[in-house]
């Protein structure tokens, strides 16, 4: 897969883990004290609305700012290679003799790489500041994505209540639609993430099923 | 800051943003379609519930699976290195001369580094699969810091409907200690993330406004 094609799945699992795991829940939990649809449906839809948002716009935002800021430490090595040539070359051989280059190799080779101020900057930043160069047009796409996988991922379970009569049948057909979704989706999920996939699946289901458990018991309790 | 202290301070955000935004537009929509605080209260604590379970367990789960994704590759990497070490030589070779370093001297640092298997293996991790070694025991810390943070940013936005008598001044006193809470958050994230503090203010408040706002007018949209 493409670097990009990677990214891209990534985003899609992180915005349909939360999608189908929250609204699943959330539905699940007032279908334990509520005897008709109709809140259920209000409420679920405003948590969609509130979670695509809230993680698509988020991230968007988170996004950006992360592009900002790796431009803002890109300019100040830019400036201390002006500057302060010399401790910035310093700190070149301070790395490679960190990965076990000798003294006087790792001078040549700070030597031979400070020829391109570019090269020199990107070197700082990948292994001073450890960080990798964000993609610069990716923000919007991300957040579009994870928004529109959370919807996805929050009408399955919130659709059973739509066209069931009651909310007890509504909680089953949601329970029963949400777990066969989150095992494809947990089997699809270990394959791309490179898990074992018995383990991986087990993980997301798993992980639906408590939440749904615990705003169940909690809705009840405090009704 | 010490490099653990910026994880914690990062988990912190990461529950907060969602808890002070999620919680807040789901009550805030609800209050727009009833009148009483009751069924409020119930849908705000199992989504809290739901969100603190999905985001702590879920974090905690893929952080697992982090450490183990990283183990596989360091595995592979130290394979490469027992049975085609001269491919792998001349991958270290490739990425010095990518960075700007003769080819000649390429291979004098290739082979320095090749003399430690452990920096060896560790180089190609950082600089092949450009992939940074995550911590191996801050799965469990990290979960249960995003699982807090995202209880007491939502208990922020709940806590007025409980101690109000109807939903209308509910929301109003919502909207005020969410807002402020919201304000008081994004300052100090923009110091932390080193963003342009007012900006950065605004972006997070507005998050949360325009979540809230869509939330609440879908829910009278639907209802």
Chains 1, 2 share one sequence.
Not at 28 to 40: E, K
Not at 165 to 186: E, N, R
Request: hydrophobic share 50%.
């Amino acid at each position: 897969m493409s670097k990009h094609k990677i990214l891209l799945v990534k985003d899609i699992i992180i915005g349909m883990s939360d999608g189908l795991t929250v609204p699943f829940a959330l539905t699940a939990g007032l279908s334990g004290v509520l005897d008709t649809n109709h809140l259920i449906i209000v409420s679920g839809i405003s948590e969609i609305a509130a979670g695509c948002i809230s993680m698509g716009l988020g991230g968007f935002l988170a996004g950006q700012s992360e592009v900002e800021h790796y431009e803002t430490l890109l300019q100040r090595e830019y400036y201390e290679i002006e500057n302060v040539p010399h401790l910035e070359l310093k700190e070149v051989e301070d790395i490679l003799m960190a990965m076990g280059v000798e003294e006087a190799l790792s001078k040549q080779v700070a030597l031979q790489i400070s020829k391109d101020k570019d090269r020199w900057a990107e070197f700082m930043m990948k292994l001073e500041l450890e960080m990798e160069k964000p993609a610069v047009n990716r923000a919007a796409v991300s957040a579009g994505t994870i928004a529109v996988s959370y919807l996805v991922g929050g009408l399955i379970p919130l659709f059973p209540y739509v066209i069931m009569h009651d909310s007890k049948s509504g909680f089953i057909v949601s329970c029963i639609t949400t777990l066969i979704s989150l095992v494809i989706f947990g089997y699809f999920k270990s394959k791309v993430t490179g898990q074992p996939v018995l383990k991986g699946t087990i993980k997301v289901a798993l992980t639906g099923v408590i939440a749904a458990a615990a705003a169940y018991f909690l809705a009840k309790a405090v009704s």
